[in-house]
């Protein structure tokens, strides 16, 4: 007899397993962070008509519909296993910035830790005129665009002035 009772019960309970693992009409759209709009707008760096990718530091970017923070490990840590790229002293490096940032600014650090701010000038700089190993940090601010993205981003990579 128990075995009739637990065989109805099952019976009964099947039609609400078959609505309850329906996914008819109440999806959900999760945004994800690699998509175009939830990310900082692509760096790269060119240097003596060649292109190098640069490294995606902390950002903070925001939509109508995601706001996101990430914090990235500083920079001189990001960087110590990184070759960098050998440069000339004082050789001009022009940013490639996939959208014009609001305001923006560029530090090197050097091996012993000492930071200084570079002159910025239409999106070029000049690398240091003294010898050694620098990691460069690119800082930029973006205002809404069309599409209601905005934020703050920095990028970094390491170059090697000769």
Partial sequence: ????????????????????????????????????????????IEIDNEIYPTFQGSYCWNT????????????TEMMDSIKGIKVSRNEKIM???????SSQNVTVTDSSGQTEQLKLDKDTFSAPIVRGTYVVTYYGVWEKDDRNSSGDSSYIFKMEVK
Avoid at 2 to 27: A, R, V
Avoid at 64 to 75: A, H, I, Q
């Fill in 64 to 75: 109508d519909k995601v706001s996101e923070c990430v914090d990235m490990v500083t920079s």
């Fill in 95 to 101: 940013l490639h910035i996939e959208r014009k940032p």
């Fill in 1 to 44: 007899m128990n075995n009739l009772k637990y065989i109805t019960f099952l019976i009964f309970l099947f039609p609400f397993f078959l609505i309850g693992c329906s996914n008819s009409e109440y999806e959900l759209e999760m945004p994800t962070s690699s998509s175009k709009l939830t990310t900082p707008p692509k760096v790269e």
